[in-house]
């Protein structure tokens, strides 16, 4: 698929016109917009790879992501949500937090 921005989390911004392993384990929850991949894990860290453009990936930085990135200090999370140039997220204890 598309990967443009590095929203695969492969490595690169090069196209996959067909399923690519990407090597990473004990994903939890994934969500996805156009641009961007967030990954919860079993351990609770939240991962994001892709467009940054408007610092949506929350990692601290407006740079692409090509590969998947820990958001530093940051955990608790039970659901994501966003769209092309945000992302929400949603605690465990029910607090709302907003990047992008």
Do not use: M, W
């Not at 994903?27 to 079993?42: E, H, K, L, P």
């Not at 949506?56 to 958001?71: A, H, M, P, Y």
């Amino acid at each position: 698929g598309r990967n443009n921005h590095g929203q695969l989390g492969v490595g690169d911004a090069q196209d996959r016109l067909i399923p690519t392993a990407i090597s990473f384990r004990g994903i939890r929850q994934v969500f996805c917009t156009g641009f961007s991949t967030n990954i919860i894990d079993i351990n609770g860290n939240i991962l994001a790879a892709g467009r940054n453009s408007d610092g949506q990936l929350g990692v601290g930085d407006r740079e692409q992501k090509n590969s998947f990135t820990v958001i530093p200090n940051f955990s608790n999370i039970s659901h994501i949500a966003g769209g092309l140039y945000h992302t929400i997220y949603l605690s465990y204890s029910g607090d709302v937090f907003g990047a992008g």
